[in-house]
């Protein structure tokens, strides 16, 4: 069965650091895979997307993702956190055999301290 | 504006009352979604409209009654609920066949007294 694993529920970073979130995919062909952002009361916002090619994605606000298919991951970075990023990030893994339906993980809360 | 539009976006409702919510997008999408997102719960997909027609339904209870009379429009009627139905309900939309990823909308934050 399809399935995205954040191993982290909670990670707190401090300004200016590197930031780094694991996703785990559990998929059975090449998956087309997403990283999306919440902040508190909002929807998900689109920060990058990958459907081919380049394994390395770049995202809006900074952010990138690389894609490893040995390891089955397609992890989140971004070079230098900003107090802004303090919000929830969720990966997922779309489904092109089934009209691209998204399996979403639990999603990573991030913390920012100054 | 993120494309979807999501009214209203609080609501507070007693457990008798029958409420609506609404989503609607110009995107050009032809598959609309519901997701209810509860408090330190994974998301969970509730309904799957491609061409306005439901393809599916992940158990939810009766109680909540989607509709979707054209591929802009899409709404989730609300009646009898429980306190634990509390959630924040969101609509997203997507080009079916592309595979290009989900648009969400801000979310309707429901609240059952």
């Known amino acids: 069965a399809q399935s995205v694993t954040q191993p982290d529920i909670h990670i707190t970073v401090s300004e200016g650091a590197s930031l780094e979130l694991r996703c785990n995919y559990s998929y059975g062909a090449t998956p087309y895979l997403f990283w999306y952002v919440q902040s508190p009361g909002q929807g998900l916002q689109l920060l990058l997307k990958y459907f081919s090619g380049d394994t390395l994605v770049q995202g809006i606000k900074g952010f990138e993702a690389e894609f490893k298919r040995s390891q089955s991951s397609f992890n989140l970075r971004k070079p230098s956190v900003h107090w802004s990023d303090a919000a929830e990030y969720f990966c997922?893994?779309?489904?092109?055999?089934?009209?691209?339906?998204?399996?979403f993980g639990q999603g990573t809360e991030l913390s920012v301290k100054p | 504006e993120t494309g979807v539009t999501q009214t209203p976006r609080h609501l507070v409702m007693g457990m008798t009352n029958k409420k609506s919510l609404k989503c609607e997008q110009h995107?050009?999408?032809?598959?609309m979604y519901w997701y209810k997102q509860s408090a330190k719960k994974p998301l969970e997909l509730m309904f799957v409209y491609n061409f306005k027609e439901q393809t599916e339904n992940n158990s939810v209870p009766s109680r909540f009654s989607p509709e979707c009379p054209n591929s802009s429009h899409l709404f989730l009627h609300l009646h009898t609920l429980q306190p634990e139905d509390s959630a924040l309900y969101l609509c997203?939309?997507?080009?079916?066949?592309?595979?290009?990823?989900?648009?969400f909308g801000s979310g309707t934050r429901l609240t059952v007294v």
């Open positions: 997922a893994v779309g489904l092109y055999n089934q009209g691209g339906k998204l399996i």
């Open positions: 997203a939309s997507s080009q079916e066949d592309r595979g290009f990823g989900y648009t």
């Open positions: 995107l050009g999408h032809n598959a």
